[in-house]
């Protein structure tokens, strides 16, 4: 696994003219429409991501490098997870851990109040040791 979360799709993409060295901003539906075999001298030089994108990048960073995991790689066999999801306001992300998480047939369930409720995580991480009585 890598030490970074992937990154987006690119909104779009840099060219560079292979002679005149000049520079095009090409949209990425232009390049999945075949852009490049239609402007053979002019050379992909690299992604280009909207502010939205990198900022969901970097919020992806921060939780990665805090010890959390993206939900694909959670067991399913109802093993207990803290789980990490997004809540409130878009862009405003916190965590609400509490209690478990566990996968049942419904989806991802939490035990806040000891009422299982149907939760979406995005991450996940294993449960601590427990301190030593």
């Known amino acids: 696994m890598s030490d970074y979360p992937e990154l987006?799709?690119?909104d779009s993409y840099l060219f560079q003219h292979e002679e005149?060295?000049?520079t095009q901003v090409v949209d990425g539906q232009q390049?999945?429409?075949?852009?490049?075999n239609n402007n053979p001298r002019l050379r992909r030089?690299?992604?280009m991501f909207t502010e939205m994108q990198m900022?969901?990048?970097v919020r992806a960073d921060r939780i990665m490098r805090?010890?959390?995991?993206p939900i694909e790689t959670a067991p399913e066999d109802g093993t207990a997870i803290m789980a990490f999801w997004p809540t409130g306001t878009p862009g405003l992300v916190h965590a609400r851990?509490?209690?478990l998480a566990f996968k049942g047939r419904e989806g991802w369930l939490s035990t806040e109040d000891d009422s299982p409720i149907l939760v979406?995580?995005?991450?996940?991480m294993p449960l601590p040791t427990p301190p030593k009585a």
């Open 8 to 10: 987006p799709t690119p």
């Open 20 to 22: 005149t060295g000049l």
């Open 31 to 36: 390049v999945e429409w075949g852009f490049e």
């Open 45 to 47: 030089v690299g992604g």
């Open 55 to 57: 900022r969901a990048y």
């Open 66 to 69: 805090a010890g959390w995991l």
């Open 97 to 99: 851990c509490y209690g």
């Open 120 to 124: 979406w995580p995005t991450h996940w």
